[in-house]
């Protein structure tokens, strides 16, 4: 009976009968045994991920009222905008990087938003989403005062307002997967630019702002608030139905929005989400803010909008419509031309005539233009007809 020694020093007795093969593959289990047992354990790599940023606990101190709460929902929604955008943006980075990115970001916007206020009072609500509008329209009037010219300042001012309404519709996308847990692949699909949930979302953000700012194009809005009532109604009335129809539209417009997050968080990561929730506290913040907008715009500005570009608004107040002269002629004249721009300065007028018009005298000359204009035709009216006698 054959003695082999093991490579672990042990004797082992085979049998006589006992193939080569299987001695040898006995020797090389009890070498890899051996082996494995030498080799150096390696430490675990445990991927390194960045701290969540840990917002600020809400303390209500029981010191705000009406007024207080006014001023933070203003501040703290445009605050929020500003945020969730840079949110947005910073979704194309590594997710290492964007983490780190975001808590900068996070902490900065805690920061600056003012502590307190009751956040469920529809005071704070309301005028968090007027602050929320100034987030996009404060910005997209800034790169458009830069312009060089009034067309230049509308592409301008309409391309910020649409790129931050699409990085605030991204960055809301991105929240929104985080809070659901959802994982990485599904947080940067929900959040892409060029989901169309996310760039439709986007697209309406921008709507709003045109309502009062020269240099945000967007036609079909105005079209819509212009066609609601009708072409002449007295200035007050004509006030309260164009702020009706602008906050009905914001309305419609911030349910909209909702729907389409709500539907790109449905067919996402999250099936249990309803398409409709949470629309109806949007609708009614929108609405309520879309339509004290339009009155602050015709209240302070007469129906005209803000900053720099192409005003192509065409308001139907009744006094700016309509001029009366000192006769008690009323003159239709253009809702966009006002007194100003019926006065020549001296260096418009030309050489010779370089005084500066009185604007009475201008209607009341095209008054008496007109007057002069109807009797002629009822001249001939009259002699037609005895002709025909």
Excluded: H
């Excluded at 997209?140 to 790129?163: D, E």
């Excluded at 959040?191 to 169309?196: G, S, V």
Aim: net charge negative.
């Amino acid at each position: 009976m054959p003695v082999i020694e093991m490579p672990d020093g042990q004797l082992v007795n085979f049998p006589e009968d006992t193939p080569k093969e299987e001695i040898l593959a006995l020797i090389d289990q009890v070498e890899a045994s051996i082996s494995a047992e030498e080799a150096p354990i390696e430490p675990e790599v445990v991927e390194k991920k960045s701290e969540e940023y840990v917002p600020k606990p809400y303390v209500d101190d029981g010191e705000d009222n009406f007024f207080t709460d006014l001023y933070k929902g203003f501040v703290s929604g445009a605050v929020n905008t500003g945020e969730v955008g840079a949110l947005g943006v910073s979704t194309i980075l590594e997710e290492e990087a964007e983490n780190a990115t975001r808590n900068r970001i996070k902490s900065l916007a805690d920061s600056v938003r003012p502590e307190g206020g009751d956040v469920d009072d529809w005071a704070y609500k309301i005028a968090a989403g007027i602050g929320s509008v100034a987030g996009i329209a404060l910005p997209a009037a800034a790169a458009a005062a830069l312009a060089p010219s009034a067309a230049a300042a509308t592409v301008v001012g309409t391309g910020v307002a649409g790129l931050l309404g699409l990085a605030t519709a991204s960055g809301e996308a991105s929240e929104r997967a985080r809070e659901a847990n959802a994982s990485v692949e599904d947080r940067v699909s929900a959040a892409a630019i060029y989901n169309p949930y996310v760039a439709a979302a986007g697209a309406l953000e921008a709507l709003p702002v045109g309502r009062f700012l020269k240099s945000v194009n967007v036609p079909v809005l105005s079209d819509l608030v212009e066609k609601f009532g009708p072409e002449f109604t007295g200035a007050a009335m004509n006030r309260v139905q164009r702020a009706a129809a602008t906050g009905g539209v914001e309305a419609a417009q911030e349910m909209t929005s909702e729907i389409l997050q709500n539907l790109n968080e449905k067919y996402g990561y999250n099936p249990d989400r309803t398409w409709y929730g949470g629309t109806g506290e949007s609708g009614a913040v929108g609405g309520t803010t879309g339509a004290i907008i339009q009155l602050a715009t015709d209240a302070l500005l007469g129906g005209k909008k803000f900053g720099k570009g192409r005003d192509r608004s065409k308001p139907k107040e009744l006094e700016e419509a309509f001029e009366a002269t000192d006769e008690g002629t009323i003159v239709e004249t253009d809702a966009e031309t006002t007194a100003e721009d019926q006065i020549f300065t001296e260096e418009d007028a030309p050489l010779g005539e370089q005084e500066t018009l009185d604007t009475t005298e201008v209607v009341s000359e095209e008054a008496s233009n007109r007057r002069s204009s109807s009797s002629r035709d009822s001249s001939r009216n009259y002699a037609s007809g005895s002709c025909d006698r």
